[in-house]
């Protein structure tokens, strides 16, 4: 197995991506045995040479508190669940105030994230002033609803940097979208130019290597630049809330083997929740999120599971990354 990793290693550091069979062959790799400390240090070595030892924090503005007809399994927004009793949204001012205080403490991404059917209109009418207000280097990131072409060259023209967007897990069954237009959408925002990112989500316990695998291929098939992994957080009162969270040891397997996986078009990898371990396994972006938060049954004022800036900058620099604003496109 030794000698596999470091022809990975070797690979990725080429460019080359792996393919589904070894991708599912080093995700196979016991998590926490000595072989996995070994792919771990490779995923390490490969993000301070293709990421160039940079680490960026991603923060994420959740704009409406609201609830949402698609009803997907582990999402506390789902009507059915009946756990948003009182919809809230951030005001402009709300979502100045949260910016600020990110790009002022060195955020590379802002992300205004919204429901399903939030008018892309009025998300896309913050931007003008965002920028007027808020100086800075960090790019400005959305996060909603399906976007066909016409859209997401809107949303270029802007002045979007990038899109976040997956073909979660089980799509389609612990969801009611249809794969097909998730895919459609993830395409469009390569297309129009933005920046595609896409994680490997929400992952449990429940979930094969083979259906990790596909998900990381499709996501680097549509051209994502930022790739990675995110738990699935068990929600009280949604379908998957009694559900048991995947180990600290098992997320840090999965990033480790995804950082390898992309060869150097998938430029980073981002973790959530971010744990020093997983910072030291290949990952070099990590999360800070605040308002509304579909892993959480309430509307959050502050910074997320005690993860703020102060946080953020504190793990990424003791896993050896120069926190950085993000490159250009």
Known sequence: ?????????????AG???SRNEIIRLLDVEPGGVD??????AAREASQKIAGGKGYIWCAVGMDYAPCSMNCKFCSFGEKWGIVREPRHFEPEQVFAHVRTYAENGAAYIVLRTTEFYD???LLGFIPEIRAK????YAIVLNTGELDAAA????KAAGVYGVYH????????DTPFNPAERIATMKNVSASGMTLVSLVEPLGCEHTDEEIADSFLNAAACGAKICGAMARFPVEGTPFGSSPMISGPHLAHVVAALRLSGGS????ICVHKATHEALESGANVMVVESGAIPRDSDFSEKDWAGVDMARAREMLAAAGYEISLPPAL
């Open 166 to 173: 997956a073909l979660r897990l089980r799509e389609g069954t």
């Open 152 to 155: 997401a060259a809107k949303a």
């Open 265 to 268: 078009a998938v430029r980073d």
């Open 120 to 122: 892309l209109d009025r």
């Open 134 to 137: 808020i100086p800075g280097g």
């Open 1 to 13: 197995m030794k000698g596999f990793i470091e022809e990975c290693l070797r690979k990725c550091l």
């Open 16 to 18: 080359e991506r792996l």
């Open 36 to 41: 996995d400390r070994f792919l771990r240090e």
